[in-house]
Structure formats: structure tokens, C-alpha cells
């Protein structure tokens, strides 16, 4: 289910509520929501996920990604809660591409080298290629 883009953070595809208490138990200690309600029938609402969430002393984040694409607000706000996360962190959408696109953004601009992030990418099986320009410009000057 889950898939390691490194140490942080892993990304998914959709979970459900029942699934927060088996992602705790595997050390997870934040989860990021990278997609919006409503956007399949049946899919569960974010508020039910976070209910569980930090019911079980879990953060939750909601950073929705539509398929319009990513804007700075987004990549900034996946930034603030990675590192605000005090451990293992679970990213999910709808396949988990959506949240490993949004991982990468967030590392590119917090300093991340692109070549690593893609290669990070790629071991999880998501190919991150299409976006290095986006990582290249994000990327701080040093």
C-alpha cells in the first residue's frame, strides 16, 4: 500500500478511516491529504479520516491537489507540514503520484538536489522526470 520516497515520508494511494489505525501502528505520525472530496463517488471525506487521525494522536493535513495542477500556496503548505512533522509521515491521493509530485516540489525548494529526488522518486515507482524543470527552479541559489 504504502510506498518510501525516504526516512520522512511515504505516499499511497486513498486509505480509509480503518487503515489510520494500522498506519499508526506502523509508526506513522502524520498524515497529508493531497486530494480533494468529493472527487470519486464513494471515496472517503478527509473529516472522517482526520477524526481517526487524531483521535489517535495523529496529525492531519489537508493539502488538496486538483487536476488543474500545483501552485506555490501548495507546495509551501506541504513544506510546513513536513517539517513540522515529528516523525514518519503518509501522503496520499487518489494513486499517491499527486503526493509524490507534491514531495518533490517541497524537497526541490527546501534544497533538495533534483537528480536525488527524481532517483527517490523512481525507487518508489513514480516517475518524477516530467517535473525536473519545476525542481531545477525551485531550488534555492546556493
Not at 513544506?79 to 499527486?98: H, I, K
Request: a negative charge.
Amino acid at each position: 500500500m504504502t510506498r518510501k520516497l525516504n526516512d520522512q515520508i511515504s505516499v499511497s494511494p486513498q486509505i480509509t478511516p480503518a487503515q489510520v489505525t494500522e498506519l499508526a501502528q506502523a509508526g506513522f505520525t502524520a498524515i497529508i491529504n493531497n486530494r480533494p472530496d468529493d472527487e470519486e463517488p464513494a471515496q472517503p471525506a478527509g473529516d472522517e479520516i482526520r477524526t481517526v487521525a487524531e483521535t489517535l494522536g495523529l496529525t492531519y493535513t489537508a493539502i488538496p491537489v486538483t487536476h488543474s495542477g500545483f501552485s506555490m500556496p501548495q507546495v509551501e503548505a506541504m513544506c510546513a507540514a513536513l517539517a513540522a512533522a515529528e516523525g514518519p509521515v503518509l501522503a496520499y491521493c487518489r494513486s499517491g503520484t499527486r503526493s509524490a509530485h507534491l514531495w518533490a516540489l517541497a524537497e526541490a525548494k527546501t534544497g533538495g538536489e533534483p537528480e536525488a529526488i527524481i532517483a527517490s522518486g523512481a525507487d518508489a515507482g513514480y516517475d518524477l522526470s516530467g517535473i525536473r524543470p519545476l525542481l531545477d527552479q525551485l531550488r534555492p541559489a546556493e
